[in-house]
Nanobody, 116 residues
């Protein structure tokens, strides 16, 4: 059974930093994109950052230069380093793993709140 468990969310002041972690288990995730989505209140879920198959990365425009996604060598962890956080980054952040064949797994989400 595939499980994605996020950690590292919390309350941070504007300009601060957080590092989200996602532990993936129950399958072998070689050949999967791994990354992060977020959903703010009243808004649709959106892609934030993806570590793609072949060691590429994709970022939502508003986080370029502030967020960095990475994964470990055995594809069991994916991280999101967030710096210079802004109030508009406040959302529930979801870990996402997707195969090239379209099989998708989600974590339960972790709340990130950016507020003074």
């Amino acid at each position: 059974q595939v499980q994605l468990v996020e950690s590292g969310g919390g309350l941070v002041q504007p300009g601060g930093s957080l590092r989200l972690s996602c532990a993936a288990s129950g399958s072998i995730f070689i050949g999967y994109d791994m990354g992060w989505y977020r959903q703010a209140p009243g808004k649709q879920r959106e892609m934030v950052a993806i570590s793609t198959v072949g060691d590429g990365t994709k970022y939502e425009d508003s986080v370029v230069g502030r967020f960095s996604v990475s994964r470990n060598d055995d594809h069991t962890m994916v991280y999101l380093q967030m710096t210079n956080l802004k109030p508009e980054d406040t959302a529930v952040y979801y870990c996402n793993v997707e195969s090239v064949g379209g099989v998708v797994y989600w974590g339960q989400g972790t709340q990130v709140t950016v507020s003074s």
